[in-house]
Nanobody, 111 residues
């Protein structure tokens, strides 16, 4: 499987929003499940969200309502919309295409 590539990480203020993107260069990102995980300080890598090839989405219970995973097949992109962000959301976010991990993108939450 091709290695997915994340983008969109950066600095966001508490209460703000950020949208991460994941794509599969040269390959379709719509034919398999795509997941987001994150590694936050003081915690093990945790599941954030998943979207399968049929478009069914699953979100971590603690993040449901603030984080939304979606797919734009025409753009070959999977997104993670993050709203009402807090310092506890800071960390490295990883996209997983099937069983293949991306390199991660850093998210910083600071005033």
């Amino acid at each position: 499987q091709v290695r997915p590539v994340e983008s969109g990480g950066g600095l966001v203020q508490p209460g703000g929003s950020l949208r991460l993107s994941c794509t599969a260069p040269g390959n379709s990102i719509s034919t398999t499940s795509v997941s987001w995980f994150r590694q936050t300080p003081g915690k093990q890598r945790e599941f954030v969200a998943l979207i399968n090839s049929g478009g069914d989405a699953t979100h971590a219970t603690s993040l449901k309502g603030r984080f939304t995973i979606s797919r734009d097949s025409a753009k070959n992109m999977v997104y993670l919309q993050m709203n009402m962000m807090t310092s506890q959301d800071a960390g490295v976010y990883f996209c997983r295409l099937g069983t293949t991990w991306g390199q991660g993108t850093q998210v910083t939450v600071s005033s």
